[in-house]
Nanobody, 125 residues
Framework: QVQLVESGGGLVQPGGSLRLSCTTSGFTSDYYTIGWVRQVPGKEREGVSC????????YYADSVKGRFTFSRDSARNIVYLQMNRLKPEDTAVYYC??????????????????WGQGTQVTVSS
């Protein structure tokens, strides 16, 4: 059974940085698509970043491009989201989500099959 566990959220001032981690377990193959999705209560979820296994591409939402960086430590089964120059509008619960198997980043966030429990990020002075 695939499990995703996020960590690293917290309170940070505008302009600051945080690094989120997602520890993965249970994948039966090294090929899977994994991404970060955020949600503010009362608003739609937003796909923030995604790594797709089919071609190794990494994608970012326009709202975070140039500020957030996705990375993987395959040996330790951890993926990261480095978040720099944080803004109050980045405040949300951040989820790690995955599609097991060789796949593309989903256009529909409901196509992510496995989700973590989420970690709160609050950007405020």
């Amino acid at each position: 059974q695939v499990q995703l566990v996020e960590s690293g959220g917290g309170l940070v001032q505008p302009g600051g940085s945080l690094r989120l981690s997602c520890t993965t377990s249970g994948f039966t193959s090294d090929y899977y698509t994994i991404g970060w999705v955020r949600q503010v209560p009362g608003k739609e979820r937003e796909g923030v970043s995604c790594f797709e296994s089919v071609d190794g591409g990494t994608y970012y939402a326009d709202s975070v491009k140039g500020r957030f960086t996705f990375s993987r430590d395959s040996a330790r089964n951890i993926v990261y989201l480095q978040m720099n120059r944080l803004k109050p509008e980045d405040t949300a619960v951040y989820y790690c989500a995955a599609v097991p198997g060789d796949s593309y980043c989903p256009d529909d966030l409901d196509d992510y099959r496995v989700w973590g429990q989420g970690t709160q990020v609050t950007v405020s002075s």
